[in-house]
Each structure stands twice: as C-alpha cells, then as structure tokens.
T-cell receptor, first 114, second 108 residues
Framework: EAGVVQSPRYKIIEKKQPVAFWCNPISGHNTLYWYLQNLGQGPELLIRYENEEAVDDSQLPKDRFSAERLKGVDSTLKIQPAELGDSAVYLC????????????FGPGTRLTVL | SQQGEEDPQALSIQEGENATMNCSYKTSINNLQWYRQNSGRGLVHLILIRSNEREKHSGRLRVTLDTSKKSSSLLITASRAADTASYFCATDNNDMRFGAGTRLTVKP
C-alpha cells in the first residue's frame, strides 16, 4: 500500500514569490491534515479536512495561505506571497477519520525562502 | 499552538539501557498518541492511548497516562541504536496538538 505522497520534496524560492505544495493521501482516508514544522519543533496544525470540507483552519494564516481539497482526495497548500519566516517543512498526513485514529505522514516538503 | 510539552528535551543513553520520556499537557483529551521522527523523515505513529486507559504496551514500548496529572510517559526498554530519533506526544481533543519533542540518542 502506497503511503502519503507529497511533492515537491524540496523548494527554494525568493520572498514574495508564490509556492504550492501537493499531497496525495492514502486511499480511503477521509481526513487530511497540513502541518508546518520548524526546525527542532513539533508539527503545528494548519488545516484539517474531512473529505472536501475544511473543519479546522483556525491556525491557517489566511492572508497569505490557502488550501483546497477538491473531490475529497488530493490537496494543495499555497502560499502567496511567501515570506522569509515561511521557511519550514510542510507535512501532510491522513487518517481514516478525524479523532481517535493514527495519522500517516508524508515525507514533507522542505521550503526555503531566500 | 502546541499543547504537549515533552521532557527532557534531549536524552543520550547507551544501547541496552531504558529510555523514559515524559509529556505534560494542559486541557482534557480524548486520547494521546506518541510518534517517532527520524532525521529528515516524516513522523511514524507508535502508540495511541485513550483517556480511559492507564497503560499500554507495544513490543519494547510502554506508555502510561495519568489524566489527573495531565501527563504521559513513554518507556523504551532495551534501547537500540536504531531508536535514535525525535519522539513527540500529540494530544487529541478533536484536533491534534504536538509537543516540541524529545531528541533521543542511543549510543552503540
């Protein structure tokens, strides 16, 4: 069984440029999460989807970040425009359903903003 | 915002020794999960303990949960060099909140 797939694995951009990350969750997983992880820290939840509905986006900086999960499968996370402080690893995870289930994480996208 | 707080931040032991990591949290939870992250990799789920459980075992892992103290511990027995990684607790109260993690180094 394929795990959570993320692309790209690495991205280097200049500040003020846009960037997008893509995630393909495990087949059959209704719940999809996007996390941000800074060096030496734990993941911080940005947004959680149940199927195609964003049920928790309270931590998503909506002035520059946006996300979508069309058809309740793949998801994209976009930053426009990127700032220096956005440099981090962006992790995608999926689970069968929201609470009470283990999450399966992708390898992450390491973003460097210059 | 992060809820769980791991202690210690870093731990270095010899192969064969036991490693204990602690996690404290602030609000009520449905369950608590422990994850491992090897350097440069994604997180891997280790164990989930529900709020009505006090102890759970999985292979060389033992997790305890004390909801009255809002704390949990992860014990790894007979550690191996391959256990070298960062360990995170995550509290689940309809959303997941991770701590900053404990960096474990097991020396061969």
């Amino acid at each position: 069984e394929a795990g959570v797939v993320q692309s790209p694995r690495y991205k280097i951009i200049e500040k003020k440029q846009p960037v997008a990350f893509w995630c393909n969750p495990i087949s059959g997983h209704n719940t999809l999460y996007w996390y941000l992880q800074n060096l030496g820290q734990g993941p911080e939840l940005l947004i959680r989807y149940e199927n195609e509905e964003a049920v928790d986006d309270s931590q998503l900086p909506k002035d520059r970040f946006s996300a979508e999960r069309l058809k309740g499968v793949d998801s994209t996370l976009k930053i426009q425009p990127a700032e220096l402080g956005d440099s981090a690893v962006y992790l995608c995870a999926s689970s069968l359903r929201g609470g009470g289930n283990e999450q399966f994480f992708g390898p992450g996208t390491r973003l460097t903003v210059l | 915002s992060q809820q769980g707080e791991e202690d210690p931040q870093a731990l270095s032991i010899q192969e064969g020794e036991n490693a204990t990591m602690n996690c404290s949290y602030k609000t009520s939870i449905n369950n608590l999960q422990w994850y491992r992250q090897n350097s440069g990799r994604g997180l891997v789920h280790l164990i989930l303990i529900r709020s009505n459980e006090r102890e759970k075992h999985s292979g060389r892992l033992r997790v305890t949960l004390d909801t009255s103290k809002k704390s949990s511990s992860l014990l790894i027995t007979a550690s191996r060099a391959a256990d070298t990684a960062s360990y995170f607790c995550a509290t689940d109260n309809n959303d997941m909140r991770f701590g900053a993690g404990t960096r474990l180094t097991v020396k061969p």
